[in-house]
């Protein structure tokens, strides 16, 4: 099976032609924790699990490495509380509207 990729750099369709012969390597960006997931999280890494499969199923053997970056525990927590902070004011506002 032979893969392409497209390449933004030269704007053109390439053959893919790993460094080391049957082996293919993944660096994909994984999650920085600091809120819930959204679905704009999930994309990415529905295409990095696609991409590996394909290159599986292709014959390759993969390795793929997923960075994790963990935010502070003090913008957790200011973040955390900016959010309390609004949510309370809404109802704050319903309260003496009422």
Do not use: W
Not at 6 to 28: D, I, S
Not at 63 to 71: F, R, S
Not at 82 to 93: E, I, K, Y
Request: hydrophobic share 45%.
């Amino acid at each position: 099976m032979q893969l392409q990729f497209y390449n933004t750099a030269t704007r053109k369709l390439e053959r893919f032609a790993p460094l080391h012969e049957g082996e293919a390597r993944l660096y994909t960006c994984g999650p920085t924790v600091y809120n819930f997931a959204h679905i704009g999280n999930f994309r990415a890494y529905i295409f990095e699990d696609l991409l590996r499969r394909v290159l599986k199923y292709a014959g390759y053997r993969v390795t793929q490495v997923m960075n994790l970056t963990e935010a502070r525990v003090s913008q957790i927590h200011t973040k955390a509380m900016m959010r309390l902070r609004a949510h309370l004011r809404t109802q704050a506002d319903l309260f003496a509207a009422a």
